[in-house]
């Protein structure tokens, strides 16, 4: 036991001591690898709402390239984050066959709705701005 607290101070005091070094490379990680930063976030969002399964980052890098690297709302090819089809709020699963690919501000806006349900949000905003448009066009 007072070896393991020794090693724990040591790290401490190490992590203290290169703090910005630590961090540049943990930002330029984030950046040259997006899939596992989000994978690694879905991850934890599920342990915490102790929701079941895991996926990988290279799963969810191959699930972005089987649907075209494109979001799967709006099919701009954008950085992709793991969305679930059905929420962890909602009772979701963390398991790769409850995530879709998504850009940020899809994903952003769908909050807690599921995958249907925010699919039929766009469509009435798509119906309504169309039926603007041509009402005044008249």
């Not at 393991?4 to 630590?22: C, E, F, M, P, T």
């Not at 991850?43 to 494109?70: D, I, M, Q, S, Y």
């Amino acid at each position: 036991a007072k070896n393991h607290d020794k090693l724990i101070a040591q790290g401490d005091d190490y992590r203290v001591a290169n703090r910005v070094s630590l961090n540049t490379k943990s930002r330029e990680y984030a950046r040259a690898h997006p899939e596992v930063v989000s994978a690694n976030s879905s991850a934890r969002r599920a342990r915490v709402r102790h929701a079941p399964g895991r996926f990988t980052a290279a799963e969810f890098k191959e699930k972005c390239a089987l649907r075209g690297n494109v979001c799967f709302y709006c099919g701009e090819a954008k950085p992709l984050t793991a969305d679930h089809k059905i929420p962890l709020s909602r009772g979701g699963s963390n398991d790769i066959s409850n995530v879709l690919p998504a850009c940020s501000s899809c994903n952003f806006s769908k909050k807690d709705k599921t995958a249907q349900e925010y699919i039929a949000l766009r469509q009435r905003r798509w119906e309504a701005s169309r039926a603007g448009a041509t009402r005044d066009a008249i």
